[in-house]
T-cell receptor, first 113, second 115 residues
Framework: ETGVTQSPTHLIKTRGQQVTLRCSSQ?????VSWYQQALGQGPQFIFQ???????GRGNFPPRFSGLQFPNYSSELNVNALELDDSALYLC????????????FGPGTRLTVT | AQTVTQSQPEMSVQEAETVTLSCTYD???????LFWYKQPPSRQMILVIR??????QNATENRFSVNFQKAAKSFSLKISDSQLGDAAMYFC????????????FGTGTLLAVQP
C-alpha cells in the first residue's frame, strides 16, 4: 500500500456526460500527476499539479482538466465523455515537482458506453 | 520526443529461476531517470527499482537488479529466485530531468511464474 487513495473504484458513464475522479495523495506529498491507462497499454501522462497549479501537461485535449486543493488532494474532470475515454485512471503523488519517486494509487476504472 | 520500448509482450519463468526483462529507450537528454514498475492484477503500480542516468553503478534492490547500458540506451531488469508473487505486468518508464515528474511508459511485459 502506498498511502495514495482514489475514488471511486470504478464507474460507468454515458457518452457526452461529465465525470470527476478523486485522488488523495500520500501524507506530505505536494505533487499529484494523473495518467490514463487504456487496456493493454502503458499509462499516458495527462497532467501534473504542484502546489495547486498545473505545471505540466501531456497530449490531452482541454476537456481533461484538474484541480489540486490546499491539502494536496486532487480531482480529474473529464467533460463530453467519448468512448475512447474508457480506461484506468491512475494518480501518483510525490514530494516536489522534481521528486523522482512517485507513488501510485489503485486507479479508477472508467467505462464509457 | 522520448520513447520507451519493451519488445517482450509476455515472458514466463519457473519458480526460483532467473528472468530478464528488456527495455530500450530513446532520448537526447543527458539527465534522466529510469524505472521499473510492477502492476499486479490489483492494478496498483508499484515501484520496483530506479536508476539515475548519471550513476554508472547498476541499481539493485534485493532480488531485483538492472543492467543499465547508457550508450546502448538499454535498461533491462533481472529478477533472481523468482517467486509466485512476482507474477505481474512490468513496465519500464523514463523520466526526463525537466520540471515535471512526467513518466513515459513502455507497453509492458506480462510475467508469468510457473510453480
Amino acid at each position: 500500500e502506498t498511502g495514495v487513495t482514489q475514488s471511486p473504484t470504478h464507474l460507468i458513464k454515458t457518452r457526452g456526460q461529465q465525470v470527476t475522479l478523486r485522488c488523495s495523495s500520500q501524507s506530505g506529498h505536494n505533487t499529484v500527476s494523473w495518467y490514463q491507462q487504456a487496456l493493454g497499454q502503458g499509462p499516458q501522462f495527462i497532467f501534473q499539479y504542484y502546489r495547486e497549479e498545473e505545471n505540466g501537461r501531456g497530449n490531452f485535449p482541454p476537456r481533461f482538466s484538474g484541480l489540486q486543493f490546499p491539502n494536496y488532494s486532487s480531482e480529474l474532470n473529464v467533460n463530453a465523455l467519448e468512448l475512447d475515454d474508457s480506461a484506468l485512471y491512475l494518480c501518483a503523488s510525490s514530494l516536489g515537482d522534481r521528486g523522482y519517486e512517485q507513488y501510485f494509487g489503485p486507479g479508477t476504472r472508467l467505462t464509457v458506453t | 520526443a522520448q520513447t520507451v520500448t519493451q519488445s517482450q509482450p509476455e515472458m514466463s519463468v519457473q519458480e526460483a529461476e532467473t528472468v530478464t526483462l528488456s527495455c530500450t529507450y530513446d532520448t537526447s537528454e543527458s539527465d534522466y531517470y529510469l524505472f521499473w514498475y510492477k502492476q499486479p492484477p490489483s492494478r496498483q503500480m508499484i515501484l520496483v527499482i530506479r536508476q539515475e542516468a548519471y550513476k554508472q553503478q547498476n541499481a539493485t534492490e534485493n532480488r531485483f537488479s538492472v543492467n543499465f547500458q547508457k550508450a546502448a540506451k538499454s535498461f533491462s531488469l533481472k529478477i533472481s529466485d523468482s517467486q509466485l508473487g512476482d507474477a505481474a505486468m512490468y513496465f519500464c518508464a523514463y523520466r526526463g530531468g525537466g520540471a515535471t515528474n512526467k513518466l513515459i511508459f513502455g507497453t509492458g511485459t506480462l510475467l508469468a511464474v510457473q510453480p
